[in-house]
């Protein structure tokens, strides 16, 4: 390894360990908002390899967040999982997405994950979409929280944008470690 890549591991080290503590606070600091929220699990358990749409939401009233549990195996450096919500509007909201610029593993599990669904202002669920390229999802089961959230759009950009952040810098990170510059 040359002067170059010691250098960029010094760097990318201590930055991978600050991604995980923010992702860790930012899950910390939703849970705790969390808790005074009326919560209803939806089992799915089904295992998935390619694009579906499931309607689980049958009898489901207005929802202000919706989270996601279940395990994912990504099998090439092109795999993709995606689980979107799809409203009655047909609006769409990303609950979770997986691929290997963004993930530490290939296979692993998740529990009371959200991308765009953790602030959601009393939308009436539809459906969930499934995207999959060369990867299994097992899909465990989808939280929702039914009680009001004030101010739902707001925080809602906020946590998206936190997202996202997380999502780039993990990005910035792997293009650094795989040398893709």
């Not at 591991?9 to 600091?29: A, C, E, H, V």
């Not at 995207?131 to 906020?158: C, M, P, R, W």
Request: aromatic residues 10%.
């Amino acid at each position: 390894m040359g002067a170059k890549g010691i250098f960029v591991s010094s760097i990318l080290s201590p930055m991978k360990t600050i991604i995980r503590i923010l992702g860790s606070l930012l899950t910390g600091f939703f849970f705790l908002l969390d808790s005074s929220l009326t919560a209803q699990e939806i089992s799915i358990n089904q295992s998935f390899t390619s694009d579906t749409v499931i309607m689980p939401f049958g009898g489901v009233g207005p929802v202000y967040s919706v989270k996601f549990s279940g395990s994912v195996a990504l099998h090439s450096d092109s795999s993709l999982v995606r689980v979107v919500l799809n409203d009655n509007n047909d609006n769409h909201y990303l609950i979770y997405e997986a691929y290997p610029m963004i993930t530490d593993d290939t296979a692993f599990s998740v529990a009371g994950v959200c991308d765009e669904t953790f602030f959601l202002d009393g939308i009436q669920p539809a459906s969930v979409r499934i995207d999959i390229i060369n990867s299994k999802l097992v899909f465990g089961s989808l939280n929702l929280d039914t009680g009001y959230i004030a101010h739902a759009s707001e925080l809602q950009a906020q946590a998206k944008w936190t997202n996202d952040s997380l999502k780039i810098n993990m990005i910035n990170h792997r293009i650094q470690e795989e040398e893709m510059f």
